[in-house]
């Protein structure tokens, strides 16, 4: 029986440079791990807007995997890995002159991308345009997240770099993705505004998921991407030492241990609240102890990832409370779980890093770890927050930003899709409502 002939890719990668085939195959698994994530978004997402807005929700998920995917191809890569300046990759367009024996790293870093956009679109569910939901899905996985990753985590970016002694450190991205997700939808949600059937006589009403089933699904899917954010930043497994599989072993256990503090946090501060034991408060306290746990996954004791996560369930509880104090209309909580958790992730890491963190060292360069991701923080923020805040701005002066008035009050799935979630009578009663006010959709004003 003849052979078939070999793969245009098979050539041999150094196991130095590119890891072993274990290696490769550990850094795919924890990729589509992290891939997962968006069904965990999708699901939470869909679970948490009004049923009228179900199959739109999941409509701009899938599309932003797709133009995503294009747009990280395309540039995102190249800006992100390229070789270039310590501000942004010059070469790789395309995976032009990328070696196959990288495509793993790729694929990772790519679902890496898809996260940090997925998290802008949860927050604005509801009433922002689909001509919307494309130019972020361009935007933020061609151009914003990619450039924060070159600074932290190319060999040659400014942040990671430091001082040459000293620099920024995240291992799997509270600041690099979660913060830039969660800063792009701050500087959103204060552009767009806040859903119309959320806001009454000018103030801000609870609006409760119409389906807690699929909510915390969603969440628990999250959680199992999480493992592999955190498991597969050491990129690595396989060694003679087996030194590279402790530092997976520790990512894990201080990723659950973490989520586990974030969720009994935010439970137990909720029932102080208002008495109750809400799954709404205990799934997005739990996501925010893993977002904590991102930065230090690797370097951090069981213990002081239960501390993050419980600090982190604090830290997402009263950022949730301010948003709507604010009059900001955070559909999924995204800035509290993502944005908040994020930035006390990354300050936690230059605190808890066991033997050079600021509480096991207590020295100069444990300091200046510390001003270093203050730094980070910083300069993220700006960037994400000032890019997105630039495109936003345009898309409502251009008042393309917002559906019609008529489409949000009818709901999203009859007036832009024709498709609701649910057969029956749900869906008979928004497709005639969507009838209804068909006729006017043209002449209604923007917000």
């Known amino acids: 029986m003849a052979s078939s002939p070999p793969s245009v890719h098979a050539v041999a990668c150094d196991p130095e440079q590119f890891g072993t085939s274990i290696d490769q195959f550990f850094l795919f698994s924890c990729a589509a791990w992290v891939f997962l994530m968006q069904l965990g978004f999708s699901f939470l997402e869909a679970g ?4 009228k807005n179900a199959t739109h929700v999941l409509f701009k998920n899938t599309l932003g995997i797709i133009i995503g995917a294009v747009a990280y191809f395309v540039c995102g890569y190249a800006f992100a890995f390229g070789e270039g300046t310590s501000f942004v990759g010059a070469n790789k ?9 990288d495509f ?12 940090a956009t997925t ?3 949860g927050a604005v569910a509801g009433r922002t345009s689909v001509i919307a939901y494309i130019a972020y899905s361009v935007i933020v996985p061609a151009f914003v997240y990619p450039i924060v990753a070159h600074w932290a985590w190319s060999a040659d970016g400014w942040l990671g770099i430091g001082d040459g002694e ?6 799997a991205g509270s600041g690099v993705v979660h913060a830039v997700g969660g800063m792009c939808a701050l500087v959103a949600i204060l552009i767009i505004g806040p859903r119309r059937d959320r806001l009454r006589n000018g103030v801000l009403v609870d609006l409760q998921p119409h389906s807690i089933p699929l909510l915390v699904l969603g969440g628990l899917v999250l959680l199992v991407g999480f493992l592999g954010f955190n498991a597969g930043s050491a990129l690595r497994i396989d060694d003679e030492t087996g030194e590279q599989g402790v530092i997976v072993a520790t990512a894990l256990v201080a990723t659950i241990v973490s989520a586990a503090g974030g969720g009994l946090c ?7 609240g208002d008495g109750t034991l809400n799954i709404v408060a205990c799934i997005n306290g739990l996501l925010a102890g893993a977002v904590a746990s991102c930065a230090g996954a690797d370097v951090i004791q069981p213990w002081a990832a239960l501390v993050i996560g419980i600090l982190a369930g604090a830290v997402f509880h009263l950022t949730s409370k301010l948003v709507v104090r604010l009059g900001l209309d955070d559909a999924c909580d995204a800035v509290a779980v993502h944005l908040g958790a994020g930035i006390w992730g990354v300050i936690a890491r230059a605190l808890f890093a066991e033997r050079v963190g600021v509480f ?5 360069d444990s300091g200046l770890r510390l001003g270093w991701n203050l730094l980070g923080l910083v300069v993220i923020m700006a960037w994400s927050g000032g890019v997105c805040g630039l495109m936003f701005y345009v898309l409502k002066k251009k008042k393309i930003v917002r559906v019609s008035p008529e489409a949000e009050i009818a709901g999203l799935d009859g007036f832009e899709h024709g498709q609701s979630a649910y057969m029956g009578v749900e869906s008979k009663r928004l497709n005639l409502y969507t009838q209804s006010l068909a006729p006017q959709k043209q002449d209604a004003e923007q917000v």
């Open 119 to 121: 998290i802008l679109s």
């Open 166 to 171: 000293v620099g920024y450190h995240d291992h």
């Open 266 to 272: 935010s439970v137990v501060l909720h029932f102080f």
């Open 93 to 101: 367009f395309f995976l032009i002159g990328v070696n196959a024996c």
């Open 48 to 51: 948490t807007v009004s049923a």
């Open 104 to 115: 793993g790293f790729y694929f990772f870093q790519y679902s890496f991308a898809a996260v």
């Open 360 to 364: 096991h060292a207590w020295d100069k």
